[in-house]
């Protein structure tokens, strides 16, 4: 069975870090592009990240660009994002989703989801 | 690049069609056929309903379609169903080797 599990999520004070990670299993991990999209509550997807399957490729989103840095480890199947300088407005849902190609592109497989807090 | 403009709701009767526009620039939309749509109901993940502009994944309804002309992508939904009330979003390729998701578009079926 083809899934991918986020897990990571808290409540983080602004100004710190925290690291995502995504499990993944049923398909060969190292063939495929991830990305990574996020939620605000009550708000639409946006687009965070994406990350070739060789992991030498790597592309952001400019509300995060400088601040998260995604990375995958081929050998263990997962994928992560560190996020730092947290602010108030990355308050989100954050899925991990698999594209359908060893690059970017559309979105195939989702997980359900982590959900980051920003708050003092 | 700004998020792509979709309507804010649509709705139709069982039965009826709708379709949901989403416009963009050259710069995303209009300069590549890597549009896709996402279905996304209450509380769920997003699912993948349409790549590349118009294809479907083998498991999406025929009543599932899509178009694009210029900048605008277009998603029609044919024989509405009760079940097809959910948020819709489009995606596309950027000329600067990003991702952009349309601010989202609410169907009602009445």
């Known amino acids: 069975q083809v899934q991918v599990v986020e897990s990571g999520g808290g409540v983080v004070q602004p100004g710190r870090s925290l690291r995502l990670s995504c499990a993944t299993s049923?398909?060969?991990?190292?063939?495929?592009?991830m990305h990574w999209v996020r939620q605000a509550p009550g708000k639409g997807l946006e687009w965070v990240a994406c990350?070739?399957?060789?992991?030498?490729?790597?592309f952001y989103g400019d509300s995060v660009k400088g601040r998260f840095t995604v990375s995958r480890d081929n050998s263990k199947r997962m994928l992560f994002l560190q996020m730092s300088s947290l602010r108030a407005e990355d308050t989100a849902v954050y899925y991990c989703?698999?594209?359908?190609?060893?690059?970017?592109?559309?979105?195939?497989?989702w997980g359900q989801g982590t959900t980051v807090t920003v708050s003092s | 690049h700004s998020a792509l403009t979709q309507p804010a709701s649509v709705s139709g009767s069982p039965g009826q069609s709708i379709t949901i526009s989403c416009t963009g620039t050259s710069s995303d939309v209009g300069g590549y056929d890597f549009v896709s749509w996402y279905q996304q109901h209450p509380g769920k993940a997003p699912k993948l309903i349409l790549s590349h502009v118009s294809n479907r994944p083998s498991e999406i309804s025929s009543r599932f379609s899509g178009s694009k002309s210029g900048n605008t992508a277009s998603l029609t939904i044919s024989g509405l169903q009760a079940e097809d009330e959910a948020h819709y979003y489009c995606?596309?390729?950027?000329?600067?080797?990003?991702?952009?998701f349309g601010g989202g578009t609410t169907l009602t079926v009445l």
């Open positions: 990350i070739w399957s060789d992991g030498n490729s790597k």
């Open positions: 989703a698999r594209t359908t190609t060893v690059s970017g592109g559309e979105m195939d497989v």
């Open positions: 995606y596309s390729f950027t000329s600067s080797s990003t991702w952009v």
């Open positions: 049923g398909f060969t991990f190292g063939l495929f592009g």
